[in-house]
């Protein structure tokens, strides 16, 4: 069993991404943390919790960041994901809290408690990420792995999807994502490059919707307005699965062609929140921001077709 924190902000697609993690049998998630993104971290946990509820989870939740490293609100992507962060159905209830430790603290505690066993799996912003690296900065040597959903690196076009260089979790804290690149830990992004592949066309919405099974009806209900906004946007074939696809990664990574080399982020400027892999490490730059930078993988080649049935054959059962 593959020991995996999920940190995320649910979010349509973080919902889809939480099922198959607790449906796959060879990953056992020890907690969720939450942060802003989607909706604000009010939203995000309550999100959450309602998740663990639907989808009948047995691990802690425990609240996060509610304001990216610099402490500016952005605004909240309600015309994607509702104004409730989970397309606006009214299902999302909960009475339950979220346990006393702080994000941070959590992930701090449990990589400590499991050295070179655990990986994180990242589905938001990195701010809590920064956060525990400050607390502990042995993290990135005590982490079996860091899988980030996040960045765009211009492979098959993709290039952004808030700006027309910068992907929406590294955007919204540009900051804590060159601090999570900076750190020595094994660590794989999974970027709009691949995710735009992965779409999940009508069909297998559909399967969602008339399942017998709750948790993949309400997966069904809340991506009809996931799938209307990508529809708006002139995405006729469906919806691109971002989160599922870093989880799909971790379960199984043979599916992906990845490229190695430093990467770091653009934190301020017209490129803010940009994700930049030096392709040519050994090459002398006149300006170089990327030498004795940790190495990371990136995700530049997805078999799209393979990740989907992974994502239907574990959250309906073969
Ligand atoms: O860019 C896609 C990412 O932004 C996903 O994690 C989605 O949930 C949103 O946060
Ligand atoms: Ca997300």
């Not at 942060?35 to 691990?59: C, K, M, Q, S, Y």
């Not at 960041?65 to 309600?78: D, F, H, Q, S």
């Not at 190495?295 to 393979?306: D, K, L, P, Q």
Request: aromatic share 6%.
């Amino acid at each position: 069993m593959k020991k995996v924190i999920i940190d995320c902000d649910p979010g349509i697609d973080d919902a889809m991404a939480i099922l198959l993690a607790h449906r796959c049998k060879d990953l056992e998630i020890l907690g969720i943390t939450t942060v802003h993104g989607n909706a604000d971290i009010e939203n995000t946990t309550a999100n959450t919790l309602h998740l663990r509820n639907v989808f009948n989870i047995d691990a802690p939740v425990h609240q996060g960041a509610g304001l990216p490293l610099n402490g500016v609100e952005l605004a909240y992507p309600t015309f994607v994901h509702g104004d409730d962060g989970m397309g606006d159905t009214g299902d999302v209830q909960s009475d339950a809290s979220a346990d006393s430790t702080e994000a941070e603290q959590f992930i701090v505690d449990t990589i400590r408690a499991n050295p070179h066993e655990v990986t994180i799996i990242t589905l938001g912003r990195l701010t809590n990420l920064a956060r525990a690296l400050t607390i502990a900065p042995e993290l990135a040597t005590l982490t079996k792995e860091v899988v980030i959903m996040g960045g765009a690196f211009g492979e098959n076009q993709f290039r952004g999807n808030v700006s027309p260089c910068a992907e929406a979790n590294i955007y919204g804290d540009p900051d804590a994502a060159d601090a999570v690149c900076l750190a020595g830990w094994q660590k794989t992004f999974v970027g709009l490059d691949v995710t735009m592949l992965v779409v999940v066309d009508p069909q297998r919405q559909a399967k969602f919707r008339q399942s017998d099974d709750t948790a993949c009806q309400f997966i069904g209900r809340i991506s009809e307005f996931y799938n209307n906004f990508y529809t708006s946007i002139g995405y006729t074939e469906g919806f691109p699965m971002h989160d599922a696809s870093a989880v799909a990664y971790v379960i199984a990574p043979e599916l992906f062609r990845v490229q190695t080399g430093p990467v770091r982020v653009a934190t301020n400027g017209i490129a803010k929140g940009e994700t930049i892999l030096n392709r040519e490490p050994a090459r002398e730059y006149v300006e170089d921001h990327w030498a004795d930078i940790p190495a990371a993988n990136v995700c530049i080649g997805v078999e799209a077709a393979g990740v989907l049935d992974v994502y239907e054959h574990t959250i309906l059962g073969p």
